[in-house]
Each structure stands twice: as C-alpha cells, then as structure tokens.
C-alpha cells in the first residue's frame, strides 16, 4: 500500500499527471492498473521465504544454529532470535533474486524515457519508480517489521485464541 500511495503521490504531486475520471491520460491509468500487481511480487517473495525458513537445528536451511558469529551477539529472546534468523534467511535467499529483477526491469524502462511518444516516456517512468520503490519496501522496510511483529511457528494468534500457529513445511 505505501508503494502504491508513494507512486501516486509522485505522479499526482511531483509530476503534476492528471487522475481524475475525465482527465486522466491513458498512460497513467493503464500504468496503475499494469503494476498494481506488479507492486506486490518483491513483497511476497521475502514472506514466502520467511515462512518456509528452516528451523533452528539448520536441517532444511542455510544457517545452522551452533555456528559462531552474528546470532551470537543477539539478545537471546527467543522471539526476537527467531525473527532475526528467518528475516535473514529470507534477505539471504531472495535478496539477489530481487535485486536483479528490480535492475533488468529498470534497465529495460530506462530506453522508454528518451522516447518521443509522451505514453512511452510516462510509462518509462511508472516502471522505473514502482521497481525501485518495491525493491526499497521489501529489502529495508518489510524486514524491518518482519523483526518487531513477524509471526514464529511458536507463537499464538491471537485471533486464533489458544490456538498454536502451525508451520508450513514445503513438500
């Protein structure tokens, strides 16, 4: 949601683009309607991947738990010690992925802005600010809530009431 209200505000304020029923250009709508989706992709990736983080013993993971150096210096709740491990195993494990899909998709935008037709440069710049800003969101934001708030297989749901979360395993 604050890529879409981000890239609205910057189409609407920065660039002065008109959005309104009758005076909107095509551009702009078919741009919002286009990467809507689009938006969301980066974002699921990294949760996906801190879901189906392996577990604490390093069975089905990158990281086990007795190696030395970072998660050593970590407050030893267990919560937090969890989140922290599954957010890095996440970053670990889809940031390249990210990072590279973000890169191509700009790339290939960048050749749009020196285009002569106005939809083309418009939908240029669409693209290069929806890549960036979802890269920005899902590698430095997202994770950052993921740390404070993100669920662990041990936790109750408070919506569940005594209800235990279950893991996902992956078949």
């Not at 709508?29 to 809507?36: C, E, K």
């Not at 970590?74 to 195993?89: A, M």
Request: aromatic share 12%; glycine share 8%.
């Amino acid at each position: 949601l604050s890529v879409v209200l981000a890239l609205l505000f910057f189409m609407v304020a920065v660039m002065h683009w008109p959005l309104g029923a009758i005076e909107s250009s095509t551009p702009e709508v078919v741009a919002l309607i286009v990467f809507l989706g689009y938006v969301f992709t980066f974002n699921l990736h990294i949760a996906h991947a801190y879901t189906h983080a392996p577990d604490a013993s390093g069975k089905k993971g990158r990281r086990p738990s007795s190696q030395s150096g970072f998660w050593d210096t970590v407050p030893k709740d267990y919560g937090l010690l969890e989140r922290f491990r599954r957010v890095d195993y996440a970053l670990t494990a889809m940031g390249r992925s990210l990072m590279g899909s973000a890169m191509t998709s700009i790339g290939c935008a960048v050749f749009l802005l020196f285009c002569t037709l106005q939809f083309f440069v418009k939908f240029g710049i669409v693209i290069v600010l929806v890549s960036g800003l979802s890269l920005v969101y899902s590698v430095l934001f997202l994770p950052a809530l993921l740390i404070l708030w993100g669920p662990i297989p041990e936790q109750r749901c408070p919506c569940l009431g005594s209800k235990r979360i279950e893991a996902v395993e992956a078949a």
